[in-house]
């Protein structure tokens, strides 16, 4: 049985902290229907009710900017891997905040700014469902990896600011906007 709301409630807030990796959907007319697991630690954050965000690391494309840009909807699904069994999808709209935009101090001030951020999704919750989740197995964390952070930590800045300008397009040919910035973040 499913059960709907039109915001995250303290329930949602406190299975959400507990959740080591995040799902999101986009899609856009005629294009494929991006789905990207995401899962370094703190980069998801509860703004408030109707308002989450999550950090984006520069990676193998940028289809969740691209739909997004031309679309505006996203759903975010996590999986409760502990008990008890739930399954929490959050229905929005988002939109790409790089660090040349309004608004971008506001959002990165709610995370540790990593090497290779990208931009951070701004999402205005539309709906939350939860279901009941009891056909996904019990499953322990064993480690978070490191690889992306590390490959980001090695890259010259100018050479990741060149590639970053270089991703100019979704797979679908969907304008995105590359950030100019080399954020360093912390050690």
Request: aromatic share 8%; hydrophobic share 40%.
């Amino acid at each position: 049985m499913s059960d709907f709301t039109d915001h995250l409630t303290a329930d949602h807030m406190a299975m959400i902290e507990r959740q080591s990796v995040f799902f999101v959907a986009t899609a856009a007319a005629d294009a494929r229907i991006n789905l990207s697991p995401k899962g370094l630690a703190d980069t998801f954050a509860v703004l408030s009710p109707k308002r989450i965000a999550y950090l984006d690391l520069g990676g193998s494309g940028n289809e969740t900017h691209a739909h997004l840009s031309v679309d505006g909807r996203i759903t975010v699904m996590m999986c409760n891997f502990q008990q008890p069994a739930l399954i929490l999808r959050i229905y929005g709209r988002g939109q790409p905040v790089l660090p040349a935009d309004p608004g971008w101090d506001e959002l990165a001030r709610h995370f540790t700014l990593l090497p290779g951020t990208r931009q951070i999704f701004d999402i205005a919750v539309d709906s939350v469902q939860t279901s009941c989740g009891w056909g996904v197995p019990v499953m322990s964390l064993e480690k978070e990896r490191d690889t992306m952070v590390k490959w980001h930590v090695q890259k010259d800045p100018e050479a990741w600011v060149k590639l970053a300008q270089s991703r100019t397009k979704s797979i679908d040919g969907i304008p995105t906007r590359p950030t100019d910035r080399f954020i360093p973040g912390e050690q």
